[in-house]
């Protein structure tokens, strides 16, 4: 059986698929127009961030690459929407992989208060101390109009001497609610929280600093491999957040 179109359905069948093809031009021009945003974890979270800078010679530190879940590794912010449920932002997006944004905003952190040089990838001499950080990121999150949470299994080294010290921070910086209805998410605000949790995690980490460049030969990190025929001086983590 065969179908023919009429003179009349003619008009008809145009208008049709010159209606199709205008509502695919504005949906297109309408995803085209959605802008991206970029954010950075880089740079004061406030004006006033209580870190005093140290009258002394710069420290050397060396920030190694930190780790993160695979879930938060990707270009999107990704929101915990419900227990058990994230939700990726396609128009909101991290200026740089989230774990070199959390290595570069730490490296800043410490070389602005300690103060510190930060020598990861440049050549120093062997006897020269040189304090370095690993930090493996185990909790992400953004709960819009919540919080924000950094948790994290860090370690100091401080090398010639060998003395390592491992610890484990969480950190929950508040984020104030929004009206989800009508303005979505504050995005911002999420950020700014978690630039908030890495600059407390970065005062624990140069509390550590502090501590190990301060012991006496023989001094040990608690809970190291270090062996001691002796009692010994020794320095602990610092308290949880």
Same mark, same amino acid.
């Given at each position: 059986?065969?179908?023919?179109?009429?003179?009349?359905?003619?008009?008809?069948?145009?208008?049709?698929?010159?209606?199709?093809?205008?509502?695919?031009?504005?949906?297109? &021009?309408?995803?085209?127009? +959605?802008?991206?945003?970029?954010?950075?974890?880089?740079? #004061?979270? =406030?004006? /006033?961030?209580?870190? %005093?800078?140290?009258?002394?010679?710069?420290?050397?530190?060396?920030?190694?690459?930190?780790?993160?879940?695979?879930?938060?590794q990707?270009?999107?912010?990704?929101?915990?929407?419900?227990?058990?449920?994230?939700?990726?932002?396609?128009?909101?997006?991290?200026?740089?992989?989230?774990?070199?944004?959390?290595?570069?905003?730490?490296?800043?952190?410490?070389?602005?208060?300690?103060?510190?040089?930060?020598?990861?990838?440049?050549?120093?001499?062997?006897?020269? &101390?040189?304090?370095?950080? +690993?930090?493996?990121?185990?909790?992400?999150e953004s709960? #819009?109009? =919540?919080? /924000?949470?950094?948790? %994290?299994?860090?370690?100091?080294?401080?090398?010639?001497?060998?003395?390592?010290?491992?610890?484990?921070?969480?950190?929950?910086?508040?984020?104030?609610?929004?009206?989800?209805a009508?303005?979505?998410?504050?995005y911002?605000?999420?950020?700014?929280?978690?630039?908030?949790?890495?600059?407390?995690?970065?005062?624990?980490?140069?509390?550590?600093?502090?501590?190990?460049?301060?012991?006496?030969?023989?001094?040990?990190?608690?809970?190291?491999?270090?062996?001691? &025929?002796?009692?010994?001086?020794?320095?602990?983590?610092?308290s949880?957040?």
């Amino acid at each position: 059986m065969s179908v023919t179109t009429t003179q009349a359905q003619r008009p008809m069948l145009r208008a049709w698929a010159a209606a199709g093809l205008a509502t695919t031009l504005l949906l297109a &021009a309408c995803a085209e127009s +959605a802008p991206f945003n970029y954010y950075t974890l880089s740079g #004061p979270a =406030s004006t /006033a961030s209580g870190q %005093a800078v140290k009258a002394r010679p710069a420290l050397m530190i060396e920030v190694l690459p930190s780790t993160v879940p695979q879930q938060v590794q990707r270009p999107q912010l990704v929101l915990s929407t419900a227990p058990g449920q994230v939700k990726f932002m396609e128009q909101q997006r991290w200026s740089q992989p989230v774990a070199d944004e959390i290595s570069q905003a730490l490296s800043q952190d410490l070389t602005r208060s300690l103060p510190a040089v930060d020598v990861y990838r440049s050549a120093h001499a062997d006897t020269q &101390a040189v304090y370095r950080i +690993a930090v493996n990121v185990q909790r992400f999150e953004s709960v #819009p109009g =919540s919080r /924000a949470t950094l948790e %994290a299994v860090w370690s100091v080294t401080l090398n010639p001497r060998d003395l390592t010290l491992t610890c484990h921070s969480t950190v929950n910086q508040p984020v104030a609610a929004t009206n989800l209805a009508d303005a979505g998410p504050d995005y911002p605000a999420l950020v700014t929280a978690h630039r908030l949790a890495i600059q407390q995690l970065s005062t624990q980490i140069a509390t550590v600093i502090d501590k190990l460049g301060a012991l006496p030969a023989g001094g040990k990190a608690a809970g190291t491999a270090t062996a001691a &025929a002796s009692p010994s001086p020794s320095i602990a983590c610092p308290s949880a957040s």
